[in-house]
C-alpha cells in the first residue's frame, strides 16, 4: 500500500466494522434492493470519506466506539447514493469498470433505490446521538442536491465562470469531504479550532479531488477508470481543464458549436455513429486531453488546493496521524485512478 494511503492503515479495522455495518442494510431489505447493495458496497472505491472521519476522530479520543463507526457509515451510505442518482441523471452504465444500477434497474427503480439509500444514510447518522452531526449532514444532503440542480439547469453552457465551477465541485464532492472530517471531529470533543482546521483540510483536499477526476476523464486509461473518457463533456458539463483549452483557443465559437450539435445529436434530433458516439466530441476530447497547458494548469490548481489542505494541519497535534493526512493530499493530486 502507498504512503499515500496510510490513513486506510490506520482505519484499517475499523473501516472494516463500517463495512459490516453498511451490510446490515441488506438485512430485511426487498430481495433485488439487498441484493443491489451487496453489488454497490463491494463494487470498490477508497472508502476515503470514512476514512477521514475516522481519522478526525482519533486525533482527539483513543477508540473507535459504535457511534463512530455510525457516523463514517453514514458518509459512505450517502456518498453511495449520490452515485447511484448520479448514474441515473448521467445515464451511465458503467462505473469502475462494472454495470451500474441504471443499467439493470427502471428508472423509477434506481430513483427509489437511491432514495432508501439516502433514509438508511441518515438513519446511521441519526445513531451518533449528535444533534449538531445530525444537522451537519442534513445541510450537506442539501448542498449535494442543490449543486446537482445547478450542474443541470447549466447544462450545455460552455462558457461559464470559474467560480460557478468552483461553486460546483463543492457541492458535489469538497463538501462531503468536509463534513466528514468535521463531524468526526465534534463526536470527539475536539477543540473548535482544530474542528475548524479539519473542516479547511477536507474542504481543500476534495477539491483537489474532484480537480484531479476531471483531469483523468481526459488523460485517463478507459479500462483503468472504469467509464468512457470524456463522460462529463459528452453529459454538456465543464470541468476546469475544458475552461482552459476553451480559454485559448483562437475560435472558441467553433468549439460551442461543435458541442451544440452533439447535444442536438443525444436529444436524439440528428443522426449518430454506428457505435452512438460523434466522431467530433471525440476528436474534441482527444484535443482537450492533448492540450498540455490545459492539463497542466488544472492539475496546478489541483496541487494548490491540496497544498493549502496540508497547511490547515500545521495546529493539529504532530504525529503520525496527522503525517498520513498529509500524504493523503499529495496522493489525491498524485493518483491516476
Sequence with gaps: MSSGLAILDFTHEDLQRVELKMREMCEGAFGPLGEAFLHLIGSGGKRLRPALALMAYRFYAADGPDRI???????ETLHTATLVHDDLIDGALMRRGKTTLNAQWSKGAT??????LFARSAGFAAETGSLQVVQIFADTLRIICDGELRQMFANGQWQIPKESYYRRIFAKTAS?????????????DAPAAAEQALYDYGYHLGMAFQIVDDILDF??????LGKPVGSDLRQGTVTLPFYYFLEAHPEPESVAMLLEADH??????VPAGPDGRSGGIDRLVRMVGQDARAITAARQEASDFAQEAKQRL????A???????????????????
Excluded: S
Design 319 to 337: 504525529g503520525e496521524l496527522r503525517q498520513a493526512l498529509a500524504d493523503l493530499a499529495d496522493f489525491v493530486v498524485a493518483r491516476d485512478t
Design 176 to 188: 462531503l469531504f468536509a463534513a466528514a472530517a468535521r463531524m468526526g471531529a465534534i463526536l470527539a
Design 219 to 224: 488523460v485517463g486509461d478507459e479500462a483503468v
Design 111 to 116: 430513483v427509489l433505490g437511491g432514495d432508501y
Design 264 to 269: 442536438e445529436r443525444r436529444a436524439g434530433h
Design 69 to 75: 463507526i455510525a457516523l463514517a457509515a453514514a458518509v
Design 314 to 317: 500545521d495546529g493539529l497535534p
